[in-house]
């Protein structure tokens, strides 16, 4: 007992700090610092404070979904899901559809959703049969049934039917463009909605109650039979076999869900940034959302709501801080290269934990 | 009875075969519609073999030591790129760049490779999302290096390389004192095609240098480490060491593949040479037949032929189809893509297979006990 | 035993490699060497160009210099050798000699004065450095891409 104590009184700052370092990952650690670093030094190279909360703001609420999309796969131990950018075409079939079907205005959003949905749900299907095919594998496997199907809508996007003037090359006639402009369609549809605008600070409510929808939505799914199925099929398989989870429907839903909010993040995504990108432009989306959740505390095989807001957040910060301080601090911009070392060491830091890999 | 027993060997020949098959069929059919003469094809069919054989053989030892497909060999690219940035700067031209900027690009490649395969011991069992992740970690710290060191740190003279603001390397570096001269050096031309001989001498050495290395005792080693990592450790194999040594090899001779890739080209593209070469030597090694645990020299050519007839021809016969030149080009990048999805799934499907066989055998063998 | 002579095994491939970068840097170190026929004023004598100089290097004429022109040729090493036929009158004999010139390692623009080099002057006479005069061409800053863009690239 005695014993015990003294080891207490011998846990000096320093050990308790590398403790706390340890639980909470040292590079998580330095990102946070980092950018509390930035926001600080903020002020004092010329930028306005307020004005990079609201674009910090602003990027956290048109990326927080697809991060959001990262969850239910965690959670049934189906790992990160690299394959985001599958939901993501789903989501641009439906953005497209809705457009070409005449559709303008806010309603053009909810009908982008709708005819969305069914193609998530279908796409996700077949990918979570897949995944289910190759358990254990399904990083590498999702990396690239995500660029195959990207590769493969390039050509979609030339040889489909689409007619809107809005949408196909002006001199061909057919064939979508690379971007397309959404004025007149859904651009900031849920960024206007109840906005903020106190002097230089303004906030998209919107878009933040519609991911605030989401994210309690998904938080109660967990919350849920089904949710602490997925749960523990995702903790521990074996147990949940035992105790009567149909493993593979289980991990089949958890990929549907995260195909479907994929697609609506996107859409989301493209309502604040105003555009449609296609071809090439979803290929390499999953890698900021992996790396937002990681970064917000998450783990290969544990991820919460909170890691959600926390990771996108931090995330975000980053790619709007760095290229304005550093700009105005040392004429350089090297906020790329911070982005990449930065996104890239934490999914890194992720892969290489030993608890995790024990699978 | 006879045909039937052929039928079936054929049958299963070409089951085994399905992707090089795949792909002789999609050959057959594109190069007709693209209407390339037979000479102009072959004529780039060689030159291509001579540019990229060497880099895909790189692959072949990770594979062996049973770390799958080395996504990080991008990692050995860059070396051969700085490698290739310090020559170019230092004005060494001809024979002597290349050879100098092999040797150069050896200090960094085993750094990198070292580097690559420490974290690779670390995420056992997912080596190759690692290495893939590895790759893009690698590339940040290249462009630190390259876009902001070189200039004011790292020195560099000319401003022909330099970009005009003071710091940094320019998009593209001009190699054309030293382009194609290994290839034109001993080239013949048969029948109107030109055969780079001395390209082809250096990657017969290096097949050479694997079939003598598969029967060493590191070589074995390595194999014993691929087959089962606990078999080899109880067996007195230090398997850390032994993997670490297969990256680092792999990555040295890739960046060496690299330097005979880009005095072919003529050119660097600082900052994309490099992105896309794993992706691409990885498919053209897989189409050949390889498997994420099984791969040969005779892959190695049959798949960069294959493929590449494939990347030739694909853009024109595209065009022929639709009328759009830009499918054909949408198009083998696809087939890239898919082949390697195909591949991972086909290689991740039947270790599960082994595994749930392994385990029903077990079973029955408890059982048996148990009675 | 085997351990100290693995050390020496890898010493001595390091040192071979080492080796052979040097002498790969010095073999293959690029110069180009402009040949000028113009006058030269040194030590104040001055020395006249011939009526026309024509430049063999590797048995390929690379120049036909007549008065106040310049020809330029590469050269890797440092060991420039270079045939001169030399027509010092207009209809005059030609005169053919081969020489051979030590490059400094440091330049890799090199300026020959023909005339000072053929009087036989000091290296430091003919031979000068040279410096590209032409402007920095006022480049727009170029566009550096995106490390995760998705690129095609040739293969």
């Known amino acids: 007992m005695n014993e015990i104590l003294m080891d207490k009184n011998n846990l000096t700052l320093g050990n308790r700090l590398r403790a706390f370092a340890a639980s909470f990952g040292l590079p998580r650690l330095i990102i946070a610092a980092f950018l509390l670093l930035l926001f600080i030094a903020a002020p004092f190279v010329g930028a306005d404070f307020w004005t990079q909360i609201s674009n910090t703001i602003n990027r956290f609420s048109w990326n927080a979904i697809l991060v959001l999309a990262m969850v239910p796969m965690i959670h049934s131990g189906c790992g990160l899901n690299f394959g985001l950018p599958l939901g993501i075409i789903s989501g641009l079939l439906g953005a497209t559809l809705s457009i070409e079907f005449g559709f303008t205005g806010p309603i053009s959003f909810v009908m982008a959703v709708a005819i969305a949905t069914p193609i998530a749900i279908l796409l996700g299907a077949l990918y979570g049969w897949l995944l289910n095919k190759i358990k254990g594998g399904e990083m590498m496997i999702a990396t690239y049934v995500g660029f195959s199907s990207v590769s493969f809508m390039c050509m979609m996007w030339l040889l489909l039917p689409y007619h809107s003037p809005t949408m196909v090359w002006g001199f061909a006639g057919k064939g979508l463009r690379t971007t397309i402009s959404l004025e007149g369609f859904y651009d900031k549809v849920l960024a206007n909605f109840l906005q903020v605008n106190i002097g230089n600070l303004s906030i998209p409510t919107g878009t933040l109650l519609f991911f605030a929808l989401l994210a309690f939505g998904m938080w109660a799914f967990l919350h849920t039979k089904t949710g602490t199925a997925m749960t523990a099929v995702g903790s521990n398989p074996t147990f949940a076999k035992a105790a009567g989870v149909n493993v593979d429907k289980t991990r089949l839903l958890s990929v549907v869900l995260s195909t479907w909010l994929a697609a609506i993040g996107i859409l989301v995504y493209e309502q604040g940034f105003g555009f449609i990108q296609l071809y090439m432009a979803p290929f390499y989306m999953a890698l900021p959302a992996v790396s937002a959740i990681l970064i917000g505390g998450a783990s290969v095989n544990k991820a919460t709501i909170a890691n959600v807001i926390i990771g996108t957040f931090l995330f975000q910060g980053i790619v709007t801080m760095t290229p304005t301080v550093m700009n105005n601090m040392i004429h350089m911009d090297m906020s790329e290269v911070i982005r990449v070392v930065a996104s890239q060491g934490m999914i890194l830091y992720a892969l290489t934990r030993k608890t995790e890999a024990a699978k | 009875m006879k045909e039937k027993n052929m039928g079936k060997k054929l049958l299963s020949l070409l089951q085994a075969n399905s992707v090089p098959v795949t792909f002789v069929l999609i050959c057959a059919v594109c190069i007709p519609l693209s209407g390339l003469s037979v000479s102009y094809l072959l004529n780039e069919i060689v030159t291509r073999m001579g540019r990229n054989i060497f880099l895909i053989l790189a692959l072949l030892i990770p594979i062996m030591s049973g770390m799958g497909l080395n996504f990080g060999m991008t990692l050995g690219a860059m070396a051969g790129e700085i490698a290739l940035i310090f020559v170019s700067d230092w004005q060494i031209w001809g024979i002597p760049g290349v050879v100098l900027a092999m040797i150069l690009s050896i200090p960094i490649s085993v750094l990198l490779g070292a580097f690559c395969g420490k974290i690779l011991n670390m995420a056992k069992g997912r080596e190759m999302i690692t290495s893939y992740i590895i790759s893009f970690f690698t590339n940040g710290l290249y462009q630190l290096v390259v876009l902001y060191m070189m200039g004011p740190i790292i020195p560099i003279k000319h401003f022909s390389i330099k970009l005009p603001r003071g710091y940094g390397i320019r998009n593209t570096v001009s190699l054309l004192n030293m382009r194609q001269c290994l290839d034109n050096l001993l080239a013949i031309k048969v029948g109107g095609v030109k055969i780079p001989v001395l390209t082809f001498l250096i990657i017969a050495l290096l097949c050479l240098f694997i079939v003598w290395f598969r029967r060493t005792k590191l070589g074995q080693d390595m194999r014993a480490v691929g087959q089962d990592m606990n078999v080899a450790r109880d067996a007195g194999i230090n398997v850390e060491r032994t993997r670490i040594i297969s990256i680092v090899m792999s990555t040295v001779l890739a960046g060496f593949g690299m330097v005979i890739y880009l005095q072919n080209m003529g050119n660097i593209a600082t900052y994309s040479s490099h992105s896309q070469i794993g992706m691409f030597c990885i498919a053209a090694l897989l189409v050949g037949g390889a498997s994420v645990e099984k791969a040969s020299i005779g892959n190695v050519f049959l798949g960069v032929v294959l493929f590449h007839t494939m990347f030739i021809v694909a853009p024109k016969a595209g065009a022929a189809i639709t009328g759009d030149s830009m499918i054909g080009e949408y198009f083998r990048v696809f087939v890239s893509y898919a082949v390697i999805t195909v591949a991972l799934i086909m290689y991740e499907t039947k270790k599960r297979k082994v595994k749930s066989q392994m385990a029903q055998q077990l079973a029955q063998e408890q059982e048996a006990e148990n009675e | ?155």
């Open chain 3, 1 to 155: 035993m085997n351990k100290t002579r693995m050390l020496l095994f890898r010493l001595g491939t390091l040192a071979i490699l080492v080796a052979i970068a040097a002498v790969m840097m010095v073999v293959g170190r690029g110069h180009t060497v402009y040949l000028d026929n113009k006058k030269l004023e040194y030590q104040g004598q001055e020395y006249k160009t011939p009526y026309k100089v024509v430049v063999l290097v590797k048995g390929e004429q690379v120049a036909k210099l007549y008065d106040r022109e310049r020809g330029s040729a590469t050269n890797v090493g440092q060991n420039f050798e270079m045939t001169l036929e030399i027509t010092q009158e207009k209809g005059g004999d030609e005169t053919v000699a081969t020489y051979q010139i030590k490059l400094p390692y440091n330049m890799d623009g090199v300026i020959i004065n023909l005339p000072g080099y053929l009087a036989g002057l000091p290296e430091e006479a003919y031979l000068t450095e040279f410096v590209s005069t032409a402007p920095e061409e006022p480049e727009a800053e170029e566009e550096i891409p995106e490390s995760d863009e998705f690129e095609m690239g040739e293969f």
